[in-house]
């Protein structure tokens, strides 16, 4: 299916790409964003699990593990008319730092419509939302170091 919309962000982390894949998949670490009420998963964080994410401004979001392979997924999202994406990726740029990306994505008959309203939204916040996510990740580490 060929992408209307799509928009990426990279940051690195100062921690092992193992702790931060850990932390990650961890879906209770998910509520960084204040809007995030709460995220759950159907079992262990794999390839056809569904999960489901409660927000203040969206309601229910129920959503996919599309892909897994290593230390990068796909997580898809329904909506009327389109598929939402969001791929992420642990590379690793050492033992102890990792850049992680996230790209998001939107695709179908009926995608352009939610551009607006969805993709420019995440353009604006995406960017701290990874700055949130590695400041966790890098906090935690140091308090399982200590």
């Known amino acids: 299916m060929e992408e209307a919309w799509s928009f990426s962000y990279s940051i690195s982390c100062a921690t092992s790409p193992e702790f931060a894949w850990k932390f990650w998949t961890n879906v209770a670490n998910w509520t960084l964003d204040a809007d995030v009420v709460a995220v759950s998963l159907d079992g262990p964080f794999r ?17 996919v593990v599309a892909e897994l392979e290593g230390m990068s997924a796909v997580l898809e999202f329904p909506a009327p008319g389109a598929t939402g994406r969001f791929a992420w990726t642990f590379a690793p740029e050492g ?7 996230q790209r998001a994505s939107l695709a179908g008959p009926q995608a352009l419509s939610y551009v607006e309203s969805f993709g ?10 990874m700055k949130k996510l590695r400041d966790a990740i890098e906090c935690a580490a140091s308090k399982s170091a200590g």
């Open 47 to 63: 390839q056809g699990a569904r999960g489901v994410t409660e927000s203040r401004s969206s309601g229910r979001i129920e959503w």
């Open 120 to 129: 420019r939204g995440l353009e604006a916040g995406l960017p701290d939302g």
């Open 95 to 101: 033992s102890q730092r990792v850049r992680m990306t």
